[in-house]
């Protein structure tokens, strides 16, 4: 009910003739343990298994090498009262204080990687290349990205290619070759869209602004907020998939 509805702890607290500290310590040792026993929801499926379920318009414009879709979401939290805090979680883009998540999904449509949170200020860019995501790649492995997303580099080292929108700036227009390639890259990059859009309508609790106090953890390890993005988004993986397979 808080994940999904985003009821408050005082509403909760009141239809079950609880405290609202009861409220909080039971949905804070709810998360911990849905965390535990999710986080294997969240798979990275190796090139094989890929490929056997690859489906048909991924196989139309890109073959089988297409290993994950990425992109950057965020989440509004309250203004932190620390000046250094501030800065780092303010994001330019929302024009407000956020964590930003890199989120990467399979060309089946799960959810195959959820980074932990970085500031709203921290670049695309350097999520990709802090996260671990970069580890996940293996030798041949295509990954398509939006525009802001310049990790040629780092995907190359990973013996990995990366596909992004072909630029515009400094040409009169795209040629006829790179307006194809953007067309078909966006056919099956707004899949990563469609999944964003899906984990925040299932579970409202993303919609709102979040208290700080969800930044800290609460055992010592992984920051609340963290945990309930990996869990809302385990259990996004089990609904059905936003990507046909005909």
Request: proline share 4%.
């Amino acid at each position: 009910m808080r994940l999904k509805l985003n009821l408050s702890v005082q509403y909760l607290a009141d239809q079950f003739k609880v405290s609202q500290g009861t409220v909080s310590k039971t949905f804070i040792n709810t998360l911990n343990v849905m965390y535990v026993k999710m986080q294997p929801l969240i798979y990275w499926p190796s090139q094989e298994e890929r490929r056997l379920t690859m489906p048909m318009e991924f196989r139309k414009y890109f073959g089988l090498k297409i290993a994950v879709i990425i992109d950057c979401f965020e989440i509004f939290i309250e203004r932190p009262s620390n000046h250094v805090a501030r800065a780092q979680t303010w994001s330019s883009y929302k024009h407000h204080n956020t964590v930003k998540y890199l989120i990467g999904i399979s060309p089946q449509g799960a959810i195959s990687y959820i980074s932990q949170g970085y500031g709203g200020r921290a670049s695309d860019k350097f999520v990709t290349n802090d996260s671990g995501f970069l580890e996940k790649l293996q030798y041949g492995d295509i990954v398509l990205a939006d525009r802001g997303f310049d990790i040629a580099e780092s995907v190359a080292q990973a013996s990995s290619e990366v596909i992004i929108p072909a630029f515009t700036k400094g040409k009169s227009q795209l040629s006829a070759v790179d307006i194809e390639k953007t067309r078909k890259l966006a056919h099956v990059r707004i899949h990563v869209e469609r999944v964003i859009v899906l984990v925040r309508n299932k579970y409202i609790i993303l919609q709102d602004t979040l208290p700080l106090d969800y930044l800290i953890s609460s055992d010592g390890s992984t920051p609340t907020i963290d945990k309930i993005v990996t869990v809302c988004c385990a259990l996004t993986n089990m609904c059905k998939s936003v990507v046909p397979f005909d």
